[in-house]
């Protein structure tokens, strides 16, 4: 799963639905005792090993997603974010630290589970049964990545060349969300750059002037500050492009 994983994720994941269906794959190990436990020389806490089996789990799927993983799970460095573990009662806590908050990538915080809201310390925390057995944990890291990616997939914001006709399809969606404000029948086939323009300065004005932005006039997928950004750099990018050189007169 290992090599799989980081070489060909899709591949990986279908191999997984196939081969999790078999006796006992889900189930704990035979003899793994419930509070597992392991050292590691590079770490000076005694951390759960089925934790660390599901962090070891987690950065091969982001390895394999390549330019992705950073979109998925929070980063450091280039790195997955440090994690707080804590594991009782076969249920295992994750926390994803905020930066200088831990000093190892994967340490044991005791009460962990029980701490009050908010967090000031995490990102988040998710508690769910420990994921003992041989292919458990990496279907857990799978099920805790998978929602970020069809969040991403579902509001069309997965990184692309700017020249893809996916930013094309992207740039045409938001346009529509903007011009038709909920209702679609206003937007026909084509929409003006300086229809749009004139819309995309009003909501630039607000993220300007807010911490975060955003916008839905109707039942539907809603947009945000970045939403709003990354239209008026391709609009600018598009204007650009559409212009003649200095010295050269239009053509066409």
């Not at 794959?25 to 660390?52: I, K, L, N």
């Not at 529509?176 to 929409?191: C, E, L, T, Y």
């Not at 006039?217 to 947009?223: F, N, R, V």
Request: charged fraction near 20%; charge should be positive.
């Amino acid at each position: 799963m290992r090599t799989l994983a980081r070489t060909n994720p899709a591949a990986a994941s279908w191999v997984l639905d196939e081969i999790a269906t078999a006796p006992g794959s889900r189930g704990r190990s035979p003899g793994m005792p419930p509070h597992e436990a392991a050292t590691d020389g590079d770490y000076q806490e005694h951390v759960p090993a089925v934790a660390r089996r599901l962090r070891e789990a987690t950065q091969y799927w982001l390895a394999g997603l390549e330019s992705l993983a950073s979109l998925l799970a929070p980063h450091e460095r280039g790195h997955l974010a440090p994690w707080a573990v804590d594991l009782a009662h076969d249920w295992l806590t994750v926390a994803q630290a905020r930066p200088g908050v831990l000093g190892e990538d994967l340490v044991v915080w005791d009460g962990l589970a029980s701490m009050p809201q908010p967090l000031t310390q995490f990102r988040d925390r998710t508690s769910f049964p420990a994921p003992f057995g041989r292919l458990a944990c990496w279907e857990r890291a799978r099920s805790r990545l998978r929602p970020a990616l069809a969040k991403r997939i579902q509001q069309r914001t997965l990184p692309v060349p700017p020249a893809s006709p996916l930013a094309a399809e992207r740039a045409w969606f938001l346009a529509r969300q903007i011009m038709a404000k909920g209702r679609p029948s206003r937007v026909g086939r084509h929409i003006l750059l300086s229809d749009l323009q004139s819309e995309l300065d009003v909501l630039m004005t607000q993220v300007a002037n807010t911490a975060w932005a955003s916008w839905q006039w109707g039942p539907g997928h809603k947009i945000d500050s970045d939403d709003v950004r990354w239209l008026s750099a391709t609009c600018t990018t598009y204007r650009e492009t559409a212009s003649p050189a200095p010295g050269r007169p239009p053509t066409g």
